[in-house]
């Protein structure tokens, strides 16, 4: 079946400029991930969504970083006033509720800010 | 505050012998242990959890992995390593005493495997 979504692959954008990346989780998986992954790092985590429940944003970096996830479904991170620390990876995940569940990544989109 | 070590960035194993890569952890309460897989320019994939009962876990690819309580430890193991099990691993936990649903992830260990 299908697996989680992200789009687009790559973006470059100018320091500066706001970019929204997207996230098209599995049919029927109530939680939504969002991590960061900059090169040669681990995975940060940045925000997590649970159904109706207000979202975890604990990992958000700064308050140019938010997220929505509309319709208990697609979500999509935002990032206003890139700035060069921003690049990395950007890595989604889903999974079924239960906290015993493993999450199914997406391929991540690979941002570069110039 | 729950925490994961993999103490090796890397690991170089021949083809044909046996590896481990190692994870400890840190929780408060009782944990639930993933290990995720990553190759080139794709995301993570699943390997296997612990969750409960036996402490060695079977998954995918012939990978098992041995959870010591003791020793706060989930290394992960194959008998035959092949060169096409060469990536980048991550260990990851979740502690469940505490509610927290995020997973808190090693900081990843490549395996590179020779013929």
């Known amino acids: 079946g299908a697996g989680v979504s992200q789009s687009p692959s790559n973006k470059v954008t100018e320091k500066g400029k706001d970019v929204e990346l997207r996230c098209d989780p599995i049919?029927?998986?109530?939680?939504l991930y969002w991590y960061r992954q900059s090169l040669g790092q681990g995975l940060e985590f940045l925000i997590y969504f649970q159904g109706n429940s207000a979202p975890d944003k604990s990992g958000l970096p700064s308050d140019r970083f938010s997220a929505e996830r509309t319709g208990g479904s697609v979500s999509t991170l935002t990032i206003q006033r890139t700035q060069q620390e921003d690049s990395a990876v950007y890595l989604c995940?889903?999974?079924?509720?239960?906290?015993?569940?493993?999450?199914?990544f997406g391929d991540g989109t690979r941002l570069s800010i110039l | 505050a729950q925490s994961v070590a993999q103490p090796e960035d890397q690991v170089n194993v021949a083809e044909g012998n046996p590896l481990t890569v190692k994870c400890t952890y840190s929780v408060s309460g009782n944990p639930y242990l993933f290990w995720y897989v990553q190759y080139p320019n794709r995301g993570l994939q699943f390997l296997l959890k612990y969750i409960t009962g036996d402490n060695l876990v079977k998954g995918s690819y012939g990978f098992e992995a041995e959870f010591n309580k003791s020793q706060t430890s989930f290394h992960l193991k194959k008998p035959s390593a092949l060169v096409s099990d060469s990536a980048l691993y991550f260990c990851a936990v979740r502690d469940v005493s505490t509610g927290f649903q995020k997973l808190v992830f090693g900081t990843g260990t490549r395996l590179l495997v020779s013929p």
């Open positions: 049919s029927g998986h109530t939680a």
């Open positions: 995940a889903s999974s079924p509720e239960g906290s015993n569940q493993p999450q199914h």
